[in-house]
């Protein structure tokens, strides 16, 4: 049989394909990626001193897959160091310089202030718990880790964690909890816990950075370092092991094409690598179908103010009164310096609230966050330079209360497979470093059998044919 087109090909160029890819780039491959860019969830673009962000934005801290994998391409991060826990509390945003300090910052009822250090203490604990849970343990693998810290907490619904607290301590909780693109219902209580934990952890703050020029300069760099090997707007239909190769069917300018590789790294939502994956156990592809996203719609915003704005010093808001959930101001990072004039802002809504949103029309679901935008800085009115709406389905992902991964876990720490996965939904809650660290174990795991295959064939090359 002759030798298969390519060494690996990768679905998806999100950041688990376009880290798959990075890591196998001294193979022949090759790269199906859907849409007309690389990056995924992590959109941007450039405006001047500033940039529009649309998607995802905090990085981790050194020593991660996903800083390694950008000092290796040459893209630097940037401290955050406006505050992260502000609060919209009626008709005024709180900004306390520690999250224990809420209860005695907002102006609340003697119940509804007992509530919220009651559950604010629960938290916190829980954090503690989580993050000795994220702590590795020798011998374990990173997969075994994950799937362990991904069990934190997860036989029951974080709602069943908060409990009954009053009205409007609930929706402070159910909008923090939206981060998940899910109600505090829908995802088990280590994805609200792990959720507090990342970012509202005090020193323990492990997402605490921005992309230098934005979430988008990921896929804009990756795509020039790529080059060739990556094919846009291709639809792939079918991936199936044939024989000693696995057979990538797609669409691409009006017609089918079929491509070979002896690996093939799947890095695309869940739900849609159990659609055109054909050789997987039932068990892995009912865990792939099992897999719980939330939609959800964001939109970035160009300001032109002249001068100092109240949210300077404000990196992130979380929002229970308004339309949307967070507020976020993406100029933050730069304000170390002389303050120059206008500024970038991004709002997104989760959970049912995005659900509904999505039925309107992009002016609408603009018009809709901006009303309430500037109801807390009014401010802005007349200040707003250029809006997007980005509509990410099928967005986040997040695991419901009992879900079991197992299968897919199983399936991964096979010898046999030549068909892998990747992504952010391998974890209790979607991230980039979820993502990338994935990609870097399912690229492993294709080179090993690559050299396998190689050393079989320079072994029978080697013996001596007999006469």
């Given at each position: 049989?002759?030798n298969p087109?390519?060494?690996v090909?990768?679905?998806?160029g999100?950041?688990?394909?376009l880290?798959?890819a ?11 990626e859907k849409?007309?860019?690389l990056?995924?969830?992590l959109?941007s673009?450039t ?9 995802g934005?905090l990085?981790p801290?050194?020593?991660?897959h996903?800083?390694?994998l950008l000092?290796?391409?040459g893209?630097?991060v940037?401290k955050?160091p406006?505050?992260k826990f502000?609060?919209?509390w009626?008709d005024?945003v ?13 102006p609340m009822?003697?119940g509804?202030?007992?509530?919220l250090?009651g559950i604010g203490?629960r938290?916190?604990k829980?954090?503690?718990?989580w993050q ?5 343990v020798y011998g ?5 880790r ?8 997860s036989d029951t619904?974080?709602r ?6 009053p009205?409007r ?13 899910a109600?505090m219902e ?12 990342a970012v509202w952890?005090g020193?323990g703050?492990?997402?605490a950075?921005?992309?230098a ?7 804009e ?21 044939t024989g000693?190769r696995?057979?990538?069917v797609?669409q691409?300018n ?7 590789a002896?690996q ?8 849609q690598?159990?659609a ?5 156990p039932d068990?892995?592809r009912?865990?792939?179908?099992a897999?719980q ?9 160009i300001?032109?103010?002249?001068g100092?704005?109240?949210y300077?010093?404000?990196y992130?808001i979380?929002?229970?009164d ?10 933050n ?5 002389p303050r120059?004039p ?6 997104y809504?989760?959970g049912a ?6 039925s309107k029309?992009?002016d ?5 966050y901006?009303?309430d935008?500037y109801?807390?800085f009014?401010q802005?009115?007349g200040?707003i330079?250029?809006t997007?709406v980005?509509?990410?389905?099928p967005?986040n992902?997040?695991?419901?209360a009992g879900f079991d991964?197992?299968p ?6 096979r ?7 990747a ?7 979607g991230n980039?470093?979820?993502a990338?660290?994935?990609?870097h ?5 294709a ?5 396998s295959?190689?050393?079989?064939v ?5 013996t001596?044919?007999?006469a």
């Amino acid at each position: 049989m002759s030798n298969p087109d390519y060494d690996v090909i990768v679905v998806g160029g999100g950041p688990s394909g376009l880290a798959a890819a990075w890591e196998l780039r001294d193979r022949k491959i090759l790269l199906l990626e859907k849409s007309h860019r690389l990056g995924g969830r992590l959109f941007s673009m450039t405006r001047g001193d500033y940039w529009l962000n649309l998607g995802g934005h905090l990085y981790p801290q050194a020593g991660s897959h996903m800083r390694n994998l950008l000092q290796s391409i040459g893209l630097e991060v940037i401290k955050i160091p406006g505050n992260k826990f502000a609060i919209q509390w009626g008709d005024k945003v709180y900004k306390p310089k520690a999250v224990a300090a809420l209860p005695l910052t907002l102006p609340m009822t003697v119940g509804e202030r007992v509530s919220l250090a009651g559950i604010g203490l629960r938290i916190l604990k829980a954090v503690k718990g989580w993050q000795k849970e994220m702590l590795p343990v020798y011998g374990e693998s990173n997969q075994r880790r994950r799937a362990r810290v991904a069990r934190y907490m997860s036989d029951t619904s974080f709602r069943d964690f908060i409990g009954k607290p009053p009205r409007r301590v609930e929706a402070l909780f159910q909008s923090a909890a939206r981060r998940a693109a899910a109600e505090m219902e829908d995802q088990h209580a280590g994805v609200g816990v792990s959720l507090f934990g990342a970012v509202w952890a005090g020193k323990g703050d492990s997402m605490a950075f921005n992309l230098a020029g934005g979430s988008g300069r990921f896929g804009e760099v990756m795509t020039e370092l790529l080059g060739d090997r990556v094919r846009f707007h291709t639809t792939v239909k079918s991936v199936e092991k044939t024989g000693d190769r696995v057979s990538v069917v797609f669409q691409a300018n009006g017609s089918e094409q079929t491509v070979t590789a002896s690996q093939v790294v799947i890095a695309i939502p869940a739900d849609q690598a159990a659609a055109i994956v054909r050789t997987i156990p039932d068990d892995v592809r009912r865990t792939l179908q099992a897999v719980q996203y939330g939609p959800f719609p964001t939109l970035g915003i160009i300001t032109d103010e002249p001068g100092p704005m109240p949210y300077d010093d404000i990196y992130a808001i979380t929002t229970p009164d308004a339309s949307f959930d967070m507020f976020f101001n993406h100029a933050n990072p730069l304000r170390t310096g002389p303050r120059k004039p206008g500024g970038s802002l991004m709002v997104y809504s989760g959970g049912a609230p995005a659900r509904a949103l999505l039925s309107k029309t992009d002016d609408e679901i603009r018009d809709t966050y901006l009303a309430d935008i500037y109801k807390m800085f009014p401010q802005l009115k007349g200040h707003i330079k250029e809006t997007i709406v980005q509509r990410w389905v099928p967005g986040n992902t997040y695991r419901p209360a009992g879900f079991d991964f197992s299968p897919m876990l199983t399936y991964c720490e096979r010898s046999d497979v030549d068909i892998h996965f990747a992504g952010d939904y391998f974890a209790e809650i979607g991230n980039m470093e979820i993502a990338t660290g994935t990609a870097h174990e399912a690229a492993r795991r294709a080179r090993v059998r690559l050299m396998s295959a190689e050393q079989k064939v320079n072994k029978l090359e080697a013996t001596p044919k007999s006469a």
